[in-house]
């Protein structure tokens, strides 16, 4: 089993500062990342993919990608007590599109 | 758009006994999975159908677990007999036909089965 690593934190920031959660990925013919949001008691749900080495940013959310390193990251800026949650980093290679999710990093934003 | 539905939304059941979960896609979503994660853990992948065809079973316990979808729409999930290490959320999630880049994954709320 291709192994997808995060820490499991909990990483606490202080209500807007940027917080960075990064993942790093063990299958080389990895294609494909994201990175889910999971709150307490709710399910899975996706808030960036990223598919080429650089930075690709959508609001607050930077994604950063390298692929010769197996590195995954995400950037939230001016975190919010709402961006409260566990991040997940799920991986797909090219057998098929199932997500390959490491076991997330809890994040803490207080006010 | 309705998102995915699931049900029940929770299960509780002695060791040994037998548990079925359903789900019902996004409308017009071929691809269907179904994920296991357990209590700090990410999901992990139990089955895969495109359709109602198998695409991906190999981390399936298939002396306990079975799925099926037919017709290609609505799914079913079976475990029997429950381990008490069965104990998890069951997600179901779902996306368009596969292409040549991984699509969005739609997730339901999830069924937590508790194994007693």
């Known amino acids: 089993q291709k192994e997808v690593e995060q820490n499991s934190g909990p990483l606490s920031v202080p209500e807007g500062a940027i917080a960075s959660l990064n993942c790093t990925y063990s299958?080389?013919?990895?294609?494909?990342f994201f990175w889910y949001r999971q709150y307490s008691g709710k399910s899975p749900e996706l808030i960036m993919s990223?598919?080429?080495?650089g930075d690709k940013e959508d609001g607050r959310f930077t994604a950063q990608l390298n692929k010769a390193s197996q590195y995954v990251s995400l950037l939230i800026r001016d975190s919010q007590p709402s961006d409260s949650a566990t991040y997940l980093c799920?991986?797909?290679?090219?057998?098929?599109?199932?997500?390959?999710f490491g076991k997330g990093t809890s994040l803490l934003v207080t006010p | 758009e309705a998102g995915v539905a699931q049900s029940p939304r929770y299960k509780i059941i002695e060791k040994r006994q037998s548990v079925a979960f359903w789900c019902n896609p996004i409308?017009?979503?071929?691809?269907l999975y179904w994920y296991q994660q357990i209590l700090g853990q990410g999901p992990k992948l139990l089955i895969q159908?495109?359709?109602?065809?198998?695409?991906?079973d190999s981390q399936l316990p298939k002396d306990r677990f079975s799925a099926e979808r037919l017709k290609g729409v609505d799914s079913t999930l079976k475990i029997q007999p429950a381990k008490l290490e069965d104990s998890a959320v069951y997600l179901c999630?779902?996306?368009?036909?596969?292409?040549?880049?991984?699509?969005?994954?739609?997730f339901g709320p999830g069924t937590r089965l508790t194994v007693l």
């Open positions: 999630a779902s996306s368009l036909l596969l292409a040549e880049t991984p699509l969005e994954q739609f």
């Open positions: 299958d080389r013919v990895s294609q494909s």
């Open positions: 990223i598919y080429s080495n």
């Open positions: 799920a991986v797909t290679s090219n057998s098929g599109y199932a997500l390959n």
């Open positions: 409308s017009g979503h071929a691809t």
């Open positions: 159908f495109q359709n109602n065809g198998v695409v991906d």
